[in-house]
């Protein structure tokens, strides 16, 4: 599955254990320089063996829509926080 149309991609910043078992939080930083002028219309988060900087690589585990212009003097903290359980 891919994102809608993809024109931006940055390796997660952290990653920390959630409050419970199987729980992850991942965040992503955007800083200023980061995808100026860009219209923000949904993010999404990649895993996978083939995951990589490339646009359509790995498999999307996560998306939002979300709908901002990026601009050089903000920066943009993006955090997923999941639950994993076996079934």
Known sequence: TTLCTEVFRKIMTSNADGGSDGEGTFTLYLAPQDSVSTV???V???AGSDA???AD???L???ALYSH???NTESIN???DGQFTAS
Do not use: P, Q
């Open 44 to 46: 999404g988060w990649f």
């Open 52 to 54: 990589d900087g490339t």
């Open 40 to 42: 923000i219309a949904e």
């Open 78 to 80: 993006i955090v997923f």
């Open 57 to 59: 690589t790995g498999g």
């Open 69 to 71: 212009t990026k601009t």
């Open 61 to 63: 585990v996560a998306r």
